[in-house]
């Protein structure tokens, strides 16, 4: 079981905006400024497209963007497009000195 | 641009002790602010931070895997290197190194990965 939840699946059609949550707690997500986000591709490397909760890497659209409230991060992608679909994973530092994973969440272009 | 390559076995049998070093090219591994990291994912499974190590030698792990792992570091072949004990099936996975900036989750660089599999 992941320390992190996320949707197992959200969808969406072209040019439409959909949204990815990551829940935890105030022990790890709510308790610091340190969630990030990553795009995998299968057989890939994945890939740094969020740090610091909402900071995107250099190379990294704009149509990406991320935020925080509470124990809850998300991940919006807007204009949704072919190339957007993958797994997207969350993760963040937890007060035991450890990182966590969210379980993954398959992003499908209808 | 640093790269990162891992290397080892392709299958270990069970029981055994699962070892990977990963190459470090592009830039010193003994750089500041960096902590050098394995990460795996299971077959149709998510992605499990496995620990990370500085490059004085400091290590963090895992919880659920603490008692079978060990990461070291040689800086002087600029590498990084996972030993997992006691292996069982549970442990066949495609196993990745990765550079974490700050040790905040924040993995920048990661290598191609490479599939371990155990099996008796």
């Known amino acids: 079981q992941s320390a992190l939840t996320q949707p197992a699946s959200v969808s969406g059609s072209p040019g439409q905006s959909i949204t990815i949550s990551c829940t935890g707690t105030?022990?790890?997500?709510?308790?610091?400024?340190?969630v990030s986000w990553y795009q995998h591709h299968p057989g890939k490397a994945p890939k740094l497209i969020i740090s610091d909760v909402s900071s995107r890497p250099s190379g990294i659209s704009n149509r990406l963007s991320a935020s925080k409230s509470g124990n809850t991060a998300s991940l919006t992608i807007s204009g949704l497009q072919a190339e957007d679909e993958a797994d997207y994973y969350c993760t963040s530092y937890t007060s035991s000195n450890t990182l966590a994973f969210g379980g993954g969440t398959k992003v499908t272009v209808l | 641009q640093v790269q990162l390559q891992e290397s080892g076995p392709g299958l270990v049998k069970t029981s055994q002790t699962l070892s990977l070093t990963c190459t470090v090219s592009?830039?010193?591994?003994?750089?500041?602010?960096?902590?050098w990291s394995w990460i795996r994912q299971h077959p149709g499974k998510g992605l499990e931070w496995i620990g990370y190590?500085?490059?004085?030698?400091?290590?963090y792990y895992n919880p659920s895997l603490e008692s079978r792992v060990a990461i070291s570091v040689d800086t002087s072949k600029n590498q990084f290197s996972l030993k997992l004990s006691s292996v069982t099936a549970a442990d066949t996975a495609v196993y990745y190194c990765?550079?974490?900036?700050?040790?905040?989750?924040?993995?920048?660089?990661w290598g191609p990965g490479t599939l371990v599999t155990v099996s008796s």
């Open positions: 990765a550079r974490d900036y700050g040790g905040n989750s924040h993995f920048d660089q």
């Open positions: 105030s022990s790890d997500v709510g308790g610091y400024d340190y």
């Open positions: 592009g830039g010193a591994i003994s750089r500041g602010g960096y902590f």
């Open positions: 190590i500085f490059h004085s030698g400091t290590t």
